[in-house]
């Protein structure tokens, strides 16, 4: 059988990515708490969100573990058999196609918005869209190790970013809790797991791990750590915006915009702009590699480099075709992709167990009459 991948990545790189993966839209357009009435509660949705997750990452990782060495687009052929298996591959892969995109578009977008309003947004699509084909032909272990690297980067700009505007800060604005009800956490709380949703990309990277046995960890520490990042920023942006916070098109770079420490540490907002670009970077590569590697093993092709430039070009043609504007992408994230995220995962999940589960159980009746 052809090896269409043969990197290996420590289980240190799987949670950075993943933590990457999760983060991308704090960077950009962060709609849980654009798309929401009453700011005051989404870091508790946030907390929410995370603590669903956790189950839902656990399921994920114990059902690759029971398939050694495959990832969910073979393992699916084997429960649900070549028709339903292929089936339901597609669906995958179209929804990391789909995320793909609206990073993309994201990207563009910010940019756009907040540095170079002249310039076609095309220009920034296709600039990132080369970079990631570039790291997505190199493999999985080549995205991963930049992947790690980013992680860092990433973590130190949002914690600067939370932190210096101290100045600004009313934590007053935080209250009162709860005021609207538990109804105001559930808009929130449905666009977090619809980003949430996309940690089914482990399902792919499993398989590559040089200890799969650690999956299950590193995917909590993963879903903790992503939980705590958008814990923070959503305190911190209320704390400094109050009841505006979800009127600002791109929130964390307005709020990188207020640090100003004396007359020798400002403008720090150039580092928030390099966050998005890494980011979204290491995850449209991620993704990319996803893609191609399944429709390889979906379709047995002996190698997978060869799609991911023409599927780089899809993703930025689709992108310029699916949106007209920053608010229609952040109220599509928000609703539609969130709801038909969370659909689609639960799906996948309650066919691949329940398939699981009558193999077990024929097994065990042959076992028996055997």
Not at 126 to 145: D, F, K, N, Q, T
Not at 311 to 332: C, K, N, P, R, W
Request: proline share 4%; aromatic share 10%.
């Amino acid at each position: 059988m052809t090896v269409l991948e043969g990197g290996k990545i420590s289980a240190r790189q799987f949670m950075a990515v993943l933590i990457v993966l999760r983060t991308v839209p704090v960077t950009l357009v962060f709609s849980l708490i654009s798309n929401v009435n009453h700011v005051q509660d989404v870091w508790i949705a946030v907390i929410i969100g995370a603590a669903i997750t956790i189950p839902f990452v656990i399921l994920v990782t114990k059902l690759s573990l029971r398939f050694p060495g495959k990832t969910i687009i073979e393992y699916s052929q084997i429960l649900l058999g070549p028709v339903i298996g292929r089936l339901l591959s597609l669906i995958i892969l179209w929804c990391f196609l789909c995320t793909s995109i609206d990073i993309t578009r994201g990207l563009g977008e910010a940019y756009v918005i907040a540095i170079m309003p002249e310039t076609p947004i095309f220009a920034f699509m296709i600039m990132l869209a080369i970079m990631s084909c570039y790291a997505a032909r190199s493999g999985l272990e080549v995205i991963c190790r930049l992947g790690e690297d980013v992680f860092y980067v990433l973590v130190f700009v949002l914690l600067l970013t939370y932190v210096l505007p101290y100045n600004a800060m009313r934590f007053e604005n935080l209250r009162p809790i709860l005021t609207w009800g538990v109804s105001n956490l559930v808009p929130p709380t449905v666009a977090n797991l619809g980003y949430y949703s996309q940690f089914l990309i482990i399902g792919m990277l499993v398989p590559y791990l040089s200890k799969p046995e650690d999956s299950t960890k590193y995917a909590i520490y993963a879903v903790l750590i992503s939980g705590a990042l958008m814990a923070l920023a959503a305190v911190a942006l209320v704390a400094v915006f109050g009841p505006t916070a979800n009127s600002w098109t791109l929130p964390l770079f307005s709020l990188s915009r207020m640090i100003s420490l004396g007359e020798f540490f400002e403008r720090i907002e150039a580092a928030v702009m390099a966050a998005w670009t890494l980011s979204t970077g290491i995850k449209l590569a991620l993704l990319l590699w996803a893609v191609s590697l399944g429709i390889a093993q979906l379709f047995n092709l002996k190698a997978f480099e060869h799609l991911v430039y023409p599927l780089g070009a899809v993703i930025v043609s689709l992108s310029l075709s699916f949106f007209e504007s920053m608010v229609e992408l952040e109220d599509f994230l928000a609703k539609a992709s969130a709801m038909a995220s969370i659909l689609v995962v639960g799906v996948t999940l309650l066919l691949l167990y329940a398939a699981l589960g009558v193999r077990t159980v024929i097994y065990r009746r042959k076992g028996g009459s055997g």
